[in-house]
């Protein structure tokens, strides 16, 4: 599958941590982008990196990209509750028309 | 602006019944996308329309499941002789030129259940 994988599938921290996902993925790519789900409806774009690109900001998010191992992770800094929802990394490939979509994290933030 | 929007919210049928499924898109957005989501499952491309091109139909699980864009804007997705296993959230997205290197701007989505 040329699918992103993202890990862990689940993620419990108390509100004021850091939350870390990672996506994982199989081929070359031309981006890779981060979205959020709450509760199982529309999904709202965070932020995307480029191949050419190892990091980006926006706010409380931190995104990196490791083109050598084909890897992402998405940093989410003093966690809240409104935090809480399914996270899911979508990529570009190289040569493809698709957008496709791992199966996401679903974090939770504890009170 | 308003966003991307679809109808209805929640949709319950019987098996076998035909349902049609609506998405308005970002005014001026010229790529549109159907996705469906199974519970607690990733996004499952469907189909793609950009501008007056060929739609990319590649996702489209079997032929009971068609989609039409008119104008350029509406898209109706239709799923002929519902199948319980066609019961999940279907998600209609737009984007400006649909590029694939852009952001995907998402509605919120038809919830089907086939009974």
């Known amino acids: 599958s040329q699918q992103g994988e993202e890990d862990p599938q689940a993620l419990s921290i108390q509100e004021g941590e850091n939350a870390t996902m990672n996506c994982s993925y199989k081929?070359?790519?031309?981006?890779l982008q981060w979205y959020r789900q709450n509760s199982g409806r529309g999904l709202v774009h965070l932020i995307l990196?480029?191949?050419?690109?190892r990091e980006k900001h926006s706010g409380r998010l931190r995104v990196t990209l490791d083109t050598s191992k084909k890897s992402s992770s998405l940093l989410i800094t003093a966690s809240r509750a409104a935090d809480t929802a399914s996270y899911f990394c979508?990529?570009?490939?190289?040569?493809?028309?698709?957008?496709?979509f791992g199966q996401g994290t679903r974090l939770t933030i504890n009170p | 602006g308003a966003g991307v929007s679809q109808s209805p919210s929640n949709k319950v049928t019987e098996k076998g019944k035909d349902v049609e499924l609506r998405c308005d898109p970002i005014?001026?957005?010229?790529?549109l996308y159907w996705y469906r989501q199974s519970l607690g499952q990733g996004l499952e491309f469907l189909i793609y329309?950009?501008?007056?091109?060929?739609?990319?139909k590649s996702g489209l699980p079997s032929d009971r499941f068609s989609a039409e864009r008119t104008g350029g804007s509406v898209s109706t997705l239709t799923i002929q002789r519902t199948q319980q296993e066609d019961s999940a959230v279907y998600l209609c997205?737009?984007?400006?030129?649909?590029?694939?290197?852009?952001?995907?701007?998402f509605g919120p989505g038809t919830r089907l259940l086939v009974l």
């Open positions: 997205a737009s984007s400006f030129q649909g590029a694939y290197q852009e952001t995907q701007y």
């Open positions: 081929t070359s790519i031309n981006n």
């Open positions: 990196i480029r191949s050419n690109e």
């Open positions: 979508a990529t570009v490939f190289q040569g493809a028309q698709k957008l496709v």
């Open positions: 005014s001026g957005h010229t790529a």
């Open positions: 329309f950009q501008g007056n091109s060929a739609p990319d």
